[in-house]
């Protein structure tokens, strides 16, 4: 009885529409999966309606960008409330932010000479929350790069000639909006930062738990985050970040989150 509690579809940079990534989850034998997408909650609706259908139990969910002193962070809201109009704005907002960068990434892209324009991406994106992959993705499909990942080398990494910082909500905005949506705030991916002392101020700020269970934590990574979890008394969550076929073959299920975890979760909400 498993659960994968970080999921992407097409309403952010994920390839799969909810009811693709749900089939898969069905395929793979899961019994409760969340959706995380970039910024936004817009495709909860329909991810709830097409995992009632296959009988997978449904948590609301949504991977808010933010920063702690300077330094992008990733937080996940769980069982939010998808009509808080405060969480609703506030997404509107950042996404916002994420079609402007696009106009702002492929101006740079053009200042390097690369026949790009923003209807290449967009069209690609489909979405409200298009992020960088999209950019990616018209670049491969122009012909200006291989694959992905090398659209991010070449051009979109942080720190490369086309990228373009984002305004972000602070950690401690993002905690209070999950809270005051009735949701839980918990740290995606901590391994993925080297930055295990940006945890202690985000414990002060209300954080509810860590993402200790994830597809690119090692087994030593994975034992040092549940061991914080204890320490901090925080909850433990995990998930696969499957975007799909975005880089390979789908994650989707390659995390294996007991679904007794789930229980804490619900325990913690209705506090
Ligand atoms: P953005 O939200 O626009 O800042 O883009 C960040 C997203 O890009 C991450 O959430 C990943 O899904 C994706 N990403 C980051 N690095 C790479 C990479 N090297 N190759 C492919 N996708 C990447
Ligand atoms: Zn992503
Ligand atoms: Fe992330
Ligand atoms: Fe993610």
């Keep these: 009885m498993y659960a994968d509690l970080h999921l992407h579809t097409n309403f952010s940079d994920g390839t799969y529409t909810p009811e693709e990534l749900s089939g898969h989850g069905k395929r793979v034998g899961l019994k409760v999966m969340s959706l995380t997408d970039h910024d936004t909650i817009d495709g909860c ?4 309606v097409a995992c009632a259908e296959l009988d997978i139990e449904f948590i609301s969910g949504c ?18 409330d998808l009509e808080n109009t405060r969480l609703l704005s506030e997404l509107a907002k950042y996404q916002e932010v994420r079609r ?26 489909n979405c409200d ?17 291989r694959n992905l990942d090398e ?27 999950i809270h005051d ?42 034992e040092h985050y549940l061991m914080l979890t204890e320490q901090y008394s925080l909850l433990v969550t995990g998930g696969s970040d499957c975007h799909g076929e975005n880089k390979g073959k789908p994650l989707i299920g390659a995390v294996k989150v007991p679904v007794s975890f789930i229980e804490k979760m619900k325990s913690a909400v209705a506090v």
């Design 100 to 125: 402007n960068r696009i106009h702002e990434m492929v101006a740079k892209l053009n200042g390097l000479g690369i026949a790009i324009t923003s209807e290449n991406v967009m069209r690609i994106a």
């Design 45 to 48: 609706a329909r991810m709830a």
């Design 181 to 222: 949506a009735d949701g839980l705030a918990v740290l995606a991916h901590p391994g993925l930062y080297h930055r295990d002392e940006v945890i202690p101020p985000l414990v002060e700020l209300g954080m509810d738990g860590l993402e200790c269970l994830y597809t690119r934590h090692s087994t030593p990574m994975t």
């Design 151 to 177: 659209s991010f080398q070449k051009w979109l990494k942080k720190g490369k000639p086309a990228w373009v910082p984002k305004a972000k909500l602070s950690a401690g905005e993002a905690i209070n909006l």
């Design 129 to 145: 929350a298009p992020g960088r992959p999209h950019i990616g993705r018209a670049l491969v499909e122009l012909g200006h790069c």
């Design 63 to 80: 991977e808010f960008t933010v920063e702690l002193d300077g330094f992008e962070l990733h937080l996940l809201g769980y069982f939010l």
